[in-house]
């Protein structure tokens, strides 16, 4: 399946950009020579199975773990020249979310507030975004699992950064949560006028929000684009336009089964 990379007009510049980014942990190559182009003021959605190698490309994007080879830019800051300039503008949810159990929602927010340098207002602010507000004077360890995970997005958008990065923070929610946290993301670009990676394990949960995705498997890109050339494609390979989600997991079966034939060989 041919690769479209979006965001090349002066129209639409490209805010996070990697070449050939690699990441090896000794015999295992976790994300594999990633190209990706994301447009300022666009939702990008990150696609992949368990393991793709989502989570390591955004912590790379973070400096949380250093790249093998290849490069990166964000908001055309050169990574690891930039790091702390980088981080400046980026709000980031990466797995499960961290925060001090024995302090309250609203006081573990503080303390990043604090760090910040931003004004008391914005806690408030966050934990009204994410649905927070009635459960902020409660302790974190007494959150359930789809509350803290509210939380992690609640400290992600502290200050309204201008570039969020959120891996699965659907994660744990019911269907209402889902809704409310896939509208608020969906909501973000023109409210905040930020850019936002998101990853997910699922194209239909993207597919309401995003802009361009990009499909990983084995830390390989295997597509990156608009839906719209997606769906072109999907039509072309026999696929109804409609059903993405049969088209991305035939896609993920063929580059397993093609690796399986390699590995033979």
Known sequence: MKHAQPGRSGRHPLI???????KRYKNFVAVNDVSMHVRKGSIY???GPNGAGKSTTMKMLLGLTAPTSGAF???GMRFPDSRVAILKEVGSFIESPSY??????????????????LPASSVDEALEL???SEFGGRLAKKYSLG???RLGLAEALLGRPPILILDVPTNGLDPAG???????????PK????????????????????DDIGILNHGTMLYEGSLDNLRAQALASGYAAENLEELFLAMIEQDNLLRKQRAVL
């Open 178 to 188: 889902i809704h409310e946290i896939r509208n608020l993301v969906r909501s973000l």
């Open 130 to 132: 994410v649905g927070l």
């Open 16 to 22: 996070i950009e990697t070449r050939n980014l690699t």
């Open 100 to 117: 001090y159990a024995n302090l309250t929602g609203r006081e573990n927010l503080d303390i990043i507030r604090r760090i910040l340098g």
């Open 73 to 75: 830019e964000i908001d």
């Open 191 to 210: 409210a905040f006028d930020c850019t936002v990676l998101v990853s997910s394990h699922m194209l239909s949960e993207i597919e309401l929000v995003a």
């Open 45 to 47: 959605g990150f696609l």
């Open 147 to 149: 509350m803290k995970q």
